[in-house]
């Protein structure tokens, strides 16, 4: 992440996010599907520009942290 932008209070997300990933380039169908069905994928399919613990290490603000967030264990 760039550390270069200040925290703007007005553009804050409220609400839960978890495995949040970006990619450089479209993911093909059998990617998308393996992600959204299989708990272990999401662990192998890390995005390539953006990654959850990219996130997870930047977090600015009053941020309540859930580790592990228990995703894994429902499946």
Request: charge should be negative.
């Amino acid at each position: 992440m760039t550390g270069d932008l200040e925290f703007d209070n007005q553009r804050t997300f409220y609400g839960e996010i978890t495995l949040l990933n970006i990619w450089q380039k479209i993911l093909p169908d059998h990617d998308l599907h393996l992600l959204a069905n299989d708990c272990h994928a999401q662990r192998r399919l890390c995005g390539d520009a953006v990654t959850w613990m990219d996130f997870v290490n930047d977090i600015k603000g009053e941020v309540k942290i859930h580790w592990p967030s228990g995703i894994f264990s429902i499946f």
